[in-house]
């Protein structure tokens, strides 16, 4: 089965500061990557998703994730953050033509205005 | 284009009951899965069906069940609830392929009490 980490729990920084979230995954085979996000007392929505051709993907609000496969990483990064930002992160994956999705424990990203 | 309905929104319930939650994709998806999101265990993934069969199941006792309509929409359904059951119910869903990603809806939120 496949499982899902991310690297940090809690980040906190402040406006401009850039951010990177990590996110590793065990699975041998082909997969599609996405990282969601949910703001408080908000539902999930999609920042970006990948599934093949270009590693470096770039979603909504600025920002942005690149596929490592020889690393199997999909990290997530945006080079200045606001306090909007603040919210809960997920990444996800699931093998090509399997429906379930597998999550990591979230990332908890705290911005200081 | 309307999103991922989830009604009712907040429920509460005693231990042993049952209860039924209702998900509505997105017009044209064909693809529903649930997930249940707790504090401890994160988000977990419980089923998926598509055409009204269901074709894939995460690590749940047989207590947790569902089914799909033939208009796509799904519900879900727990019998004997535990105090543990309380937890955010998340239902997805997608188009036919995976490689759509996927849309959630807001939730459905239950208390065991």
């Known amino acids: 089965a496949q499982s899902v980490s991310q690297h940090n729990h809690h980040v906190i920084l402040s406006e401009a500061a850039s951010l990177e979230l990590g996110c590793n995954y065990s699975y041998g085979g082909t997969v599609n990557l996405f990282w969601y996000v949910q703001y408080p007392g908000q539902h999930l929505q999609l920042l970006l998703k990948?599934?093949?051709?270009?590693?470096l993907v770039k979603g909504i609000k600025g920002f942005e994730a690149e596929f490592i496969k020889s690393k199997f990483s999909f990290n997530l990064r945006k080079p200045s953050v606001q306090w909007s930002d603040t919210a809960e992160y997920f990444c996800?994956?699931?093998?090509?033509?399997?429906?379930?999705?597998?999550f990591g424990a979230g990332t908890t990203v705290t911005v200081r205005a | 284009k309307a999103g991922v309905t989830q009604t009712p929104r907040y429920l509460i319930k005693t231990r042993g009951q049952q209860v039924t939650l209702s998900c509505s994709p997105i017009?044209?998806?064909?693809?529903v899965s649930w997930y249940q999101q707790t504090p401890g265990q994160g988000l977990q993934f419980l089923f998926e069906?598509?055409?009204?069969?269901?074709?894939n199941k995460g690590n749940f006792p047989g207590r947790f069940s569902g089914r799909q309509f033939s208009n796509s929409r799904s519900e879900m359904n727990v019998s004997t609830l535990e105090l543990g059951d309380s937890a955010l119910y998340l239902c997805?869903?997608?188009?036919?392929?995976?490689?759509?990603?996927?849309?959630f809806g807001s939730g459905t939120r239950l208390t065991v009490v």
């Open positions: 017009s044209g998806h064909r693809s």
């Open positions: 997805a869903s997608s188009h036919s392929s995976s490689n759509y990603g996927y849309t």
């Open positions: 996800a994956v699931n093998p090509t033509n399997d429906y379930k999705l597998s």
């Open positions: 069906y598509f055409s009204e069969t269901q074709r």
């Open positions: 990948y599934f093949s051709g270009d590693p």
